[in-house]
């Protein structure tokens, strides 16, 4: 469920323009005790001007990361089993640029790719054993989730932007699940809980950017705000509890939201992340960084512009020091990733020279 920040840009000038209805729900961001645990980062080497994109990890023995080396010209996949983190080969023909993973199990894995050209394979999958080449319906996917039956979903558009659509891979092929978008919306962020259970999100000309599919149709869902929302993150644990990343889209450019939805209503919660630069990186959905579960009932933030993971109880936040490290400053986080329903989490981003780092709370 990433937002690759590179190629999945949308203009806060266009964004900013939306309009929305009336604030209401907005809680503020008071301060608590951090959860227990810490975060370690692990260090991979021998790697060329490496940048991952996506990690997903079914359980405590099994994880996947996925995006770029060699100045974007190959794609990246690590695999980690046995307690370390070793590089899989893709297929050949594979796009560049890895931009998400997920997966519904340690031999049921799937991740997207960007870049290579229309005859580049944009989509894999893991079976256990290889990655396979899989066809995929449009030229620039932009996310992929798996659901409780092991199927993948996933978003994609046209290389200019247009014809966002969600996919549901369904009997060897992708098959379109008929949200109906108008010219213009962006589909970033995708989470397939189940196949009566799926969210869509993304930024729109009209309304909030967030679609809710029931296994029959989509709806369109009202955030509570003054402005519309660009959803950059969901993150679905059941139907009454679900996590939204999202950016409110006034001209002040006031800084990003934690949205929750309780099966009924949505709760708006400012984030303690500063919001000075929103407006200097306007083209860069990747700084904003990304949300995961923490396991216990909140979430996990990093905002990619500040040394500390941020940890959300549901009523108050807390900052939590990132593991120190020697690559010359802070290195953003595009990806987090509970494991499996532990307390454990992931997360990816770009590295230095040869090297990346992969931290993990635990």
């Known amino acids: 469920m990433r937002t690759l920040p590179a190629r999945r840009t949308a203009s806060l000038a266009l ?63 690590l695999s980690y089993r046995h ?26 894995v799937w991740a997207v790719g960007q870049g290579g050209g229309d005859a580049t394979a944009k989509a894999l999958h893991w079976n256990g054993r290889a990655w396979k080449a899989v066809a995929y319906p449009r030229p620039l996917p932009m996310a992929v989730s798996v659901d409780s039956r092991g199927r993948a979903w996933s978003i994609g ?44 999100g993304g930024a729109t000309s009209s309304g909030d950017g967030l679609w809710h599919y029931d296994g029959t149709s989509w709806t369109q869902m009202d ?3 003054d402005w ?8 679905a644990l059941s139907p009454d509890d679900v996590w939204f990343y999202t950016l409110p889209q006034d001209p002040l450019f006031s800084g990003p939201t934690l949205v929750h939805w309780d099966g009924t209503a949505f709760t708006v919660t400012k984030t303690p992340s500063p919001s000075a630069t929103v407006r200097t990186y306007a083209q860069d959905v990747g700084f904003l960084g990304d949300i995961a579960p923490d396991g216990r009932g909140g979430v996990w933030l990093q905002d990619s512009r500040t040394a500390y993971y941020r940890h959300f109880d549901g009523t108050s936040w807390t ?19 509970q494991v499996g329903r532990t307390a454990s989490v992931r997360g990816v981003g770009p590295g230095a020279g040869d090297r990346l780092l992969i931290d993990r709370f635990r």
């Open 15 to 77: 964004a900013a323009a939306l309009a929305g209805a009336g604030m209401t729900g907005l809680t503020g961001a008071a301060r608590a005790d951090a959860p227990p645990g810490a975060w370690t980062a692990t260090e991979i080497t021998g790697l060329a001007a490496p940048a991952l994109y996506g990690v997903t990890a079914p359980d405590l023995g099994h994880a996947w990361a996925v995006g770029t080396q060699s100045s974007s010209s190959a794609p990246l996949i």
């Open 83 to 108: 307690g370390a983190w070793t590089p899989q080969t893709a297929p050949a023909g594979t796009a560049p640029e890895l931009v998400d993973v997920a997966s519904g199990g340690p031999s049921n």
């Open 157 to 200: 558009s046209n290389t200019d932007g247009s014809g966002a659509a969600v996919f549901r891979r369904t009997g060897g092929a992708w098959t379109d699940k008929g949200l109906a978008l108008a010219s213009g919306t962006l589909l970033d962020a995708l989470a397939a809980r189940t196949p009566k259970d799926v969210w869509a």
């Open 223 to 225: 955030i509570p705000g």
């Open 228 to 235: 519309p929302h660009w959803v950059l993150q969901v993150a």
């Open 319 to 337: 900052s939590v020091p990132r593991p120190v490290n020697d690559l010359g400053g802070w290195p953003q986080v595009y990806d987090l990733a």
